[in-house]
């Protein structure tokens, strides 16, 4: 009797004990959740792009334009620190390195003092990088991710910087500043000791192993598309997209549509409208793959608007009276200038903190809101806004 009445006791103390046990492993803490991948940064830059241009797209592509798959829009100010009309230059280096400077400075400071860019900082957290344009890769607008020079003119300094900037693939144009040199010097043989991929002929497949840079058109850069250039910038951006998948690591991207600006130069509505719709056409590419791959920020803006731009009626002239009619079924593009403008521009974004960039702010404020995407402290302060 003694021998069940102990044998019951302990069998209680046991359940008892597995009781409490059971009860404190419910009250542990959940295990924490695992840290989200950093995610891929896409910029898109379409050189003197503002509305007027986007509004092209609208008027005169024959589908509906990828810019309406973006429902995150704001709009951004352009002047820079020593002009109200900035350039491409000052323009792309706010948005770079998250600081105003003044008109014609590639990745410096007012005080012409280098300023870390934000694919130099990607880069030291283990992102894989990426640079692709219609003009001169050592053009402002490309070079203003990677270079630190006073003047954008200076392309063989620009070039020589590039060769030391590890960019994971390259493609563009200015074979001319690195090749045909004033001091000789032969950068391609550099580039190639480096372990780049290199091809002047065609987008080739590129080297998993290896970075690559494809140096294409003529000694400067590519043709526009009324000059007979092909699917350059989607190809291209295609090609990008997908060499940064298969080697598995976050990457930062700027692809720019550079002859939008040439266009308004050149008060060209026909080379204008063309390179919109091109730079539309890249656009619904990367749309794609952000939707593929939601940890994914796409960010589609300008750095100003080229050629006072408007979109107006359409008259026919009637040769006997010499008097205008309106026809109501078509616009035409109208030219202000030649010039840059000061209109704000827009700003689309797609994917991982696209809420950022509603409303109205300053240019280098860009900078600000992809670092803000990438839910880690700022680097850099407000000061120079």
Avoid at 236 to 255: D, G, N
Wanted: charged share 20%; proline share 4%.
């Amino acid at each position: 009797m003694r021998d069940i009445f102990k044998t019951g006791f302990l069998t209680s103390l046991l359940l008892c004990a597995l009781g409490c046990t059971t009860q404190k492993i419910q009250n542990f803490p959940s295990t924490p959740k695992a840290v989200s991948a950093p995610p891929n940064i896409i910029i898109m830059i379409g050189d003197g792009m503002g509305i007027p241009q986007v509004s092209t797209a609208y008027f005169f592509g024959k589908e509906q334009p990828n810019f309406s798959r973006f429902k995150h829009i704001g709009l951004h100010k352009t002047s820079d620190k020593s002009h109200k009309i900035t350039d491409s230059a000052a323009g792309a280096t706010a948005i770079s390195t998250g600081q105003k400077t003044y008109k014609r400075a590639i990745g410096v400071s007012v005080d012409t003092i280098p300023q870390e860019t934000i694919l130099e900082y990607l880069q030291k957290q283990g992102y894989q990088t990426g640079l692709i344009s219609l003009t001169s890769i050592t053009h402002a607008t490309p070079a203003s991710f990677y270079a630190h020079v006073k003047d954008r003119d200076m392309h063989e300094e620009i070039a020589a910087q590039l060769v030391s900037a590890n960019v994971d693939f390259i493609a563009g144009g200015g074979r001319k500043f690195f090749r045909d040199r004033s001091d000789g010097k032969q950068l391609f043989l550099d580039m190639i000791q480096q372990g780049y991929h290199m091809d002047t002929l065609q987008l080739s497949n590129p080297s998993l192993d290896k970075p690559n840079a494809y140096f294409l058109g003529n000694d400067q850069e590519l043709p526009s598309i009324i000059e007979g250039r092909d699917d350059f910038l989607n190809d291209a951006t295609t090609l990008a997209l997908h060499y940064f998948e298969q080697r598995k690591q976050p990457f930062f991207m700027m692809v720019e549509g550079s002859y939008i600006d040439w266009g308004g130069h050149a008060e060209n509505a026909e080379m204008m409208i063309t390179e919109v719709l091109d730079f539309d056409k890249t656009i619904g590419t990367v749309l794609d793959f952000v939707e593929e791959h939601p940890n994914t920020l796409l960010v589609v803006t300008a750095d100003h608007e080229t050629g006072g731009v408007s979109i107006g009626k359409n008259y026919d002239v009637d040769s006997s009276t010499g008097k205008k009619k309106e026809v109501p079924e078509k616009v035409t593009v109208y030219f202000n200038s030649n010039q840059h403008s000061g209109e704000l521009i827009p700003v689309f974004a797609k994917g991982k903190g696209a809420e950022n960039f509603q409303g109205i702010y300053e240019n280098n404020e860009i900078y600000h809101k992809i670092i803000q995407s990438l839910n880690i402290k700022p680097i850099k302060d407000e000061k120079n806004k």
